[in-house]
């Protein structure tokens, strides 16, 4: 029997043993995954300097009820809470994220670019506050608090 065989089988059994959340955050974990692992072949399989291709996304599993996200300038930071996390982010970080929430040509190529930075930079971010995908609410939470919160100088 394969490695694969034998983790698949584990998994399966371990899944028993888990609560409700705990299953949750292992679907969003390997939603996570999944992108990760989408966004490493499509970068193998193209050309250098090709604009990459629009590839199909997994899908958020939505969370239920009215989970808000607040940006709070601190001594310590900036304080993002998205949910019942609460992440901590540089002045330099945050502009970073505030450029692509303005500089994007839609929401949605945003929303991809923010995913993206916070996969390569901030997963912490993402694994906590269970966000797996691009088009995860919290994510589109955090875009229009970003914009309501921060305004570019020649906007």
Same mark, same amino acid.
């Given at each position: 029997m394969g490695q694969r065989a034998r983790l698949e089988r584990e998994l399966r059994s371990a899944i028993g043993e888990i609560d409700e959340k705990?299953?949750?955050?292992?679907?969003r974990q390997a939603q996570v995954l999944i992108h990760n692992a989408r966004l490493e072949n499509m970068q193998r399989e193209?050309? &250098?300097g090709a604009a990459s291709p629009d590839v199909q996304r997994p899908l958020a599993v939505s969370r239920e009820g009215t989970?808000?996200?607040a940006i709070e300038p601190g001594k310590g930071g900036i304080f993002v809470t998205l949910g019942s996390v609460r992440k901590v982010f540089s002045?330099?970080?945050m502009k970073r994220l505030v450029r692509i929430c303005y500089g994007a040509q839609t929401?949605? &190529?945003a929303l991809h670019q923010l995913f993206t930075v916070l996969v390569k930079e901030r997963r912490d971010v993402l694994a906590d506050?269970?966000?797996g995908s691009p088009d995860n609410p919290l994510l589109r939470?955090?875009?229009d608090s970003i914009r309501e919160t921060y305004h570019l100088e020649d906007r």
């Open positions: 705990g299953l949750l955050f292992l679907l193209q050309p &250098e989970e808000t996200v002045a330099e970080e929401k949605s &190529e506050a269970m966000i939470r955090l875009f």
